[in-house]
């Protein structure tokens, strides 16, 4: 038997997990981290934690596989996106990684779209306007206010390189993480110079771009006494990690509609070709998938779930501690109890702004409507109702470029909440299917890049069409369709009217 690891690099998890030739999980670890958040704009996170996190979790799942490590013949990763290390000439980081939630890089998200228009970036690069959270403002950023680490900064890599440059020494990126940098060309697939000339920064200080599952050496001797690792295992690149995911639960072909709801609310559709938006509302990205593309937007979502859990849910906490059942579950059972539509109230879930459709990077997390017949679950289900509100409008802009959606497959955590999984079904009208793998689809994804990457799969497609299996199925509830069809017109109208609030307290 052969084995394959993958790893999801993700924004408050590191998830670990060992798959066979049959795509089945033999052991998984997940691995929390908490963020460094000083200021409502900065998120931040020590690299070494997340080398730290991925050494942890893979100890668990190599103890609870009990395999032959010689049998492990090779590693990929699903990446979050947009998180940036700086590092000097010796590879040491040189400042903290600034997480792709972080906004501090407003003015010089300004000065880039003042520079360049939104029309010529969403022509290159794929992304409908200039945001904050792009790696280019933070390079700018950096330019600004850290000018002595910008002139010590030798590479500039993302997390995804940064891991496989821990694991083998080399440079390495891929583009569907790339493509959201606003540096690179998503029709030329090469780096985009005049964005770079902007910058000051040259193409030797990034890595070189490859395809998804290409082969990119072996673990580095050390490194693999280090991590108890073959030293003949193979790297094989990654992708970022809601293309993983969607590869995981078989969306691989055009016709095909994913949402996952980890601690960001993701959406892909496939597409063959470069897609864009008319309206300039749904980014079109690269994919881990050679030659394929999709539409595909991100907004908060689990985040403000967890912060949810982490801030307010004490009690449930302590249950989850004494019974062995999570704080989740406990939460889930008091959302239950609440209608459909909480009873006016209404959440806003923007921790750190909002994705397309409704881009504004200044956008807040907000309760409105609150009243004394509210109690804590009627708050719980309202953070799930926000969070359905959000997929809603990205499926009505994915439906306005004339793409059908039939069903959506969920993915990651929230996909584990059967009551979260039938709240989306009820709002956006539309089946939602949870499939066998849902819970480890992005490390699935990982390890399908990996196995291809070393010849144990022929392609991607068909290892994830034959590995992807429907479990439950979601079907829209008509009575809680007008709950819900009023509680949109009140997102977009409180969304609406709070936009020039946002901008003016930011």
Same mark, same amino acid.
């Given at each position: /038997?052969?084995?394959?690891?993958?790893?999801?690099?993700?924004?408050?998890?590191?998830?670990?997990?060992?798959?066979?030739?049959?795509?089945?999980?033999?052991?998984?670890?997940?691995?929390?981290?908490?963020?460094?958040?000083?200021?409502?704009?900065?998120?931040?996170?020590?690299?070494?934690?997340?080398?730290?996190?991925?050494?942890?979790?893979?100890?668990?799942?190599?103890?609870?596989?009990?395999?032959?490590?010689?049998?492990?013949?090779?590693?990929?990763?699903?990446?979050?996106?947009?998180?940036?290390?700086?590092?000097?000439?010796?590879? %040491?980081?040189?400042?903290?990684?600034?997480?792709? /939630?972080?906004?501090?890089?407003?003015?010089?998200?300004?000065?880039?779209?003042?520079?360049?228009?939104?029309?010529?970036?969403?022509?290159?690069?794929?992304?409908?306007?200039?945001?904050?959270?792009?790696?280019?403002?933070?390079?700018?950023?950096?330019?600004?206010?850290?000018?002595?680490?910008?002139?010590?900064? =030798?590479?500039?890599?993302?997390?995804?390189?940064?891991?496989?440059?821990?694991?083998?020494?080399?440079?390495?990126?891929?583009?569907?993480?790339?493509?959201?940098?606003? !540096?690179?060309?998503?029709?030329?697939?090469?780096?985009?110079?005049?964005?770079?000339?902007?910058?000051?920064?040259?193409?030797?200080?990034?890595?070189?771009?490859?395809?998804?599952?290409?082969?990119?050496?072996?673990?580095?001797?050390?490194?693999?006494?280090?991590?108890?690792?073959?030293?003949?295992?193979?790297?094989? /690149?990654?992708?970022?990690?809601?293309?993983?995911?969607?590869?995981?639960?078989?969306?691989?072909?055009?016709?095909?509609?994913?949402?996952?709801?980890?601690?960001?609310?993701?959406?892909?559709? /496939?597409?063959?070709?470069?897609?864009?938006?008319?309206?300039?509302? !749904?980014?079109?990205?690269?994919? =881990?998938?050679?030659?394929?593309?999709?539409?595909?937007?991100?907004?908060?979502?689990?985040?403000?779930?967890?912060?949810?859990?982490?801030?307010?849910?004490?009690?449930?906490?302590?249950?989850?501690?004494?019974?062995?059942?999570?704080?989740?579950?406990?939460?889930? !059972?008091?959302?239950?109890?609440?209608?459909?539509?909480?009873?006016?109230?209404? =959440?806003?879930?923007?921790?750190?702004?909002?994705?397309?459709?409704?881009?504004?990077?200044?956008?807040?997390?907000?309760?409105?409507?609150?009243?004394?017949?509210?109690? %804590?679950?009627h708050i719980i289900r309202s953070f799930m109702e926000g969070v359905a509100m959000v997929l809603v409008r990205m499926v009505e802009a994915v439906q306005a470029m004339g793409i059908e959606i039939k069903e959506i497959r969920s993915l990651s955590g929230g996909a584990k909440s059967n009551l979260w999984c039938q709240i989306k079904a009820d709002a956006v009208g539309s089946p939602v299917v949870t499939m066998t793998n849902t819970e480890d689809a992005a490390c699935l994804g990982a390890a399908i890049l990996a196995g291809v990457g070393a010849g144990v799969w022929r392609s991607i497609p068909d290892?994830?069409?034959?590995?992807?299996? %429907?479990?439950?199925?979601?079907?829209?509830?008509?009575?809680?369709?007008?709950?819900?069809?009023?509680?949109?017109?009140?997102?977009?109208?409180?969304?609406?009217?709070?936009?020039?609030?946002?901008?003016?307290?930011?």
């Amino acid at each position: /038997m052969r084995y394959l690891l993958g790893v999801d690099l993700g924004t408050t998890a590191i998830k670990v997990a060992l798959f066979g030739e049959n795509g089945t999980a033999l052991a998984t670890s997940t691995q929390e981290h908490k963020l460094i958040t000083p200021s409502e704009v900065i998120v931040e996170q020590e690299p070494e934690v997340y080398w730290n996190c991925f050494k942890d979790g893979l100890i668990e799942v190599l103890e609870k596989a009990a395999v032959d490590s010689s049998e492990i013949i090779a590693l990929s990763v699903s990446a979050q996106g947009e998180t940036i290390i700086f590092l000097d000439q010796n590879g %040491k980081p040189l400042y903290n990684a600034i997480v792709w /939630m972080d906004n501090r890089a407003q003015a010089e998200s300004d000065e880039l779209t003042d520079k360049f228009g939104n029309e010529k970036i969403h022509a290159v690069t794929g992304q409908v306007e200039m945001m904050a959270m792009w790696p280019a403002a933070k390079i700018k950023w950096l330019k600004n206010h850290e000018p002595e680490i910008y002139a010590k900064t =030798a590479k500039y890599l993302l997390l995804e390189d940064y891991f496989f440059y821990r694991l083998g020494g080399s440079f390495y990126g891929e583009g569907s993480l790339w493509c959201s940098t606003i !540096m690179w060309d998503i029709t030329t697939k090469q780096y985009w110079k005049e964005m770079l000339d902007e910058l000051g920064v040259t193409s030797d200080q990034l890595p070189q771009i490859v395809e998804s599952s290409t082969p990119i050496g072996t673990i580095l001797s050390d490194v693999a006494k280090e991590l108890g690792l073959s030293p003949s295992l193979k790297l094989v /690149m990654g992708g970022l990690d809601q293309s993983c995911g969607a590869i995981g639960v078989g969306n691989v072909c055009e016709g095909i509609f994913s949402e996952s709801t980890g601690a960001a609310l993701a959406v892909c559709a /496939m597409a063959g070709k470069p897609v864009f938006d008319p309206n300039r509302q !749904m980014p079109c990205f690269y994919t =881990a998938i050679p030659g394929m593309y999709m539409i595909h937007s991100f907004s908060s979502g689990g985040i403000a779930y967890r912060w949810l859990r982490d801030t307010l849910c004490s009690e449930e906490l302590s249950l989850a501690e004494r019974s062995g059942m999570s704080a989740y579950e406990f939460m889930n !059972m008091q959302a239950e109890l609440v209608p459909a539509g909480s009873e006016g109230l209404l =959440a806003l879930p923007h921790f750190q702004g909002s994705g397309a459709p409704d881009s504004d990077q200044r956008a807040s997390c907000m309760l409105y409507g609150l009243a004394l017949r509210h109690t %804590k679950g009627h708050i719980i289900r309202s953070f799930m109702e926000g969070v359905a509100m959000v997929l809603v409008r990205m499926v009505e802009a994915v439906q306005a470029m004339g793409i059908e959606i039939k069903e959506i497959r969920s993915l990651s955590g929230g996909a584990k909440s059967n009551l979260w999984c039938q709240i989306k079904a009820d709002a956006v009208g539309s089946p939602v299917v949870t499939m066998t793998n849902t819970e480890d689809a992005a490390c699935l994804g990982a390890a399908i890049l990996a196995g291809v990457g070393a010849g144990v799969w022929r392609s991607i497609p068909d290892a994830a069409t034959e590995f992807a299996k %429907k479990e439950k199925y979601f079907v829209p509830n008509e009575k809680n369709r007008k709950a819900y069809g009023e509680l949109l017109n009140r997102y977009k109208t409180v969304f609406q009217v709070m936009k020039p609030v946002f901008k003016e307290l930011s």
